[in-house]
């Protein structure tokens, strides 16, 4: 499987700056934290996360990468969905209220959700794509 890594480089000081490497894994666990915030107001388990071995320090204090304002803008930018889902298991779309959808768009609608739940950018689902058929056509 790829694991498509993106590189995002901050700069905290003149003169300095800082290459983060985020995976895949990471992209989904910080969409996550978003989503549990959202929904409940409590983040996750931050043990649990892939982002919990990417810790910064000036020294006296530690910080946590996924929070630094310039890492959350370039992942919010990637991640800016359509839809949501609620704890109960419901789902609907950012403003707008199922009043206002033609039900007929409800199966495209569907795959729009189960698309943005994947995490994947769509340079992301072309290159898997194309990955898969270079294995098709190598067995």
């Keep these: 499987m ?3 890594i993106r590189e995002i480089a901050i700069s905290p000081a003149p003169g300095m700056e800082v290459h983060i490497q985020v995976s895949d894994q990471m992209k989904r ?3 996550r934290c978003a989503e549990l915030a ?5 983040g996750p388990d931050c043990n649990a996360c892939s982002w919990r071995n990417l810790v910064l320090s000036n020294g006296c204090q530690e910080i946590a990468a996924c929070t630094l304002p310039e890492i959350k803008k370039v992942l919010e930018e990637t991640m800016n969905r359509i839809t949501h889902k609620k704890p109960d298991g419901r789902w609907g779309f950012k403003n707008i209220s199922w009043d ?3 039900q007929r768009l ?3 609608l569907w795959k729009l959700k189960d698309y943005e739940d994947t995490g994947l950018s769509p340079e992301e689902v072309e290159r898997l794509k194309e990955a898969y058929e270079e294995d098709r056509r190598a067995t």
């Design 29 to 31: 666990d910080f969409r």
């Design 38 to 42: 959202a929904e409940s107001g409590d």
């Design 106 to 108: 409800y199966g495209a």
């Design 2 to 4: 790829i694991k498509n």
């Design 100 to 102: 206002e959808i033609d």
